[in-house]
């Protein structure tokens, strides 16, 4: 069934969502607030766009064009209908359709900055894959991998342009090494615990294109409160 909701407590932006799908997370909040925005940023794209939170998000912080690309056809539509219902179709647009072979027909060193909420889980013979598509393509590497993201990014940032991206913490070598075999510098990141004293299960990563050495991890950030509230700092994304 689709539904309206307000996104995360973004009161003038309102989003289409699908309760029988598979929604948005604090992930996609996580992430706009966390990418290095100046006015210098002309052109983003959104790889693995969903309904098109993280867009929506950026364009109450730029006015940059901003692209976001859905492979999954149900939920571009959700995408496309939530930005026609903020009346935001001359700065985001959405494309339906796998993002490598999309990526064949995009300008080649033309975006400042490429964002992606990617799948979490590596495909292997010990996956344990959702009987629902739309969820394995969303967790799983079905569709699109680290290599494979780093690649397109490789080829459509500007040089000097940023890949921003949120994943888990286990992966986190593994992502720091492709990015670097496609000449994308690690240059910033946060980990974000779900509680104090908790592991951290989210880490928030930005790289730049043929970006010089230096790596800065900054402060952790704790998403939730003893009692299950999310924390002053997270509410400070929502205002």
Same mark, same amino acid.
Not at 27 to 47: A, G, H, M, R
């Given at each position: 069934?689709?539904?309206?909701?307000?996104?995360?407590?973004?009161?003038?932006?309102?989003?289409?969502?699908?309760?029988?799908?598979?929604?948005?997370?604090?992930?996609?909040?996580?992430?706009?607030?966390?990418?290095?925005?100046?006015?210098?940023?002309?052109?983003?794209?959104?790889?693995?766009?969903?309904?098109?939170?993280?867009?929506?998000?950026?364009?109450?912080?730029? +006015?940059?064009?901003?692209?976001?690309?859905?492979?999954? @056809? $149900?939920?571009?539509? =959700? *995408?496309?209908?939530? !930005?026609? #219902? &903020?009346?935001?179709?001359?700065?985001?647009?959405?494309?339906?359709?796998?993002?490598?072979?999309?990526?064949?027909?995009?300008?080649?060193?033309?975006?400042?900055?490429?964002?992606?909420?990617?799948?979490?889980? +590596?495909?292997?013979?010990?996956?344990?894959?959702?009987? @629902? $598509?739309?969820?394995? =393509? *969303?967790?799983?590497? !079905?569709? #699109? &991998?680290?290599?494979?993201?780093?690649?397109?990014?490789?080829?459509?940032?500007?040089?000097?342009?940023?890949?921003?991206?949120?994943?888990?913490?286990?992966?986190?070598?593994?992502?720091?090494?492709?990015?670097? +075999?496609?000449?994308?510098?690690?240059?910033?990141?946060?980990?974000?615990?779900?509680?104090?004293?908790?592991?951290?299960?989210?880490?928030?990563?930005?790289?730049?294109?043929?970006?010089?050495?230096?790596?800065?991890?900054?402060?952790?950030?704790?998403?939730?409160?003893?009692?299950?509230?999310?924390?002053?700092?997270?509410?400070?994304?929502?205002?």
């Amino acid at each position: 069934m689709q539904v309206i909701n307000y996104l995360l407590g973004y009161k003038n932006l309102k989003i289409y969502q699908d309760t029988d799908m598979f929604n948005f997370s604090l992930d996609s909040v996580l992430l706009p607030n966390f990418i290095t925005l100046n006015k210098k940023v002309k052109n983003i794209l959104d790889i693995g766009t969903g309904n098109a939170p993280i867009p929506l998000i950026l364009s109450t912080k730029t +006015e940059a064009k901003i692209i976001g690309v859905e492979i999954q @056809k $149900e939920v571009s539509l =959700l *995408a496309k209908k939530s !930005v026609k #219902l &903020n009346k935001l179709e001359k700065q985001i647009e959405i494309i339906t359709g796998d993002i490598n072979e999309i990526a064949q027909t995009l300008p080649k060193n033309h975006f400042d900055i490429i964002t992606s909420n990617p799948p979490f889980f +590596e495909l292997n013979e010990n996956s344990h894959l959702n009987d @629902k $598509e739309y969820k394995t =393509l *969303a967790r799983h590497e !079905v569709t #699109l &991998n680290i290599n494979e993201l780093c690649q397109i990014a490789k080829s459509l940032l500007k040089n000097g342009g940023t890949l921003a991206l949120v994943h888990r913490p286990e992966r986190l070598l593994d992502i720091l090494k492709v990015m670097r +075999e496609n000449n994308i510098e690690p240059k910033k990141i946060k980990f974000v615990h779900p509680k104090k004293n908790k592991n951290a299960n989210i880490v928030l990563i930005e790289g730049v294109l043929n970006g010089k050495k230096g790596l800065k991890v900054t402060s952790p950030l704790i998403s939730h409160k003893a009692n299950g509230e999310y924390t002053d700092e997270i509410k400070k994304y929502f205002e």
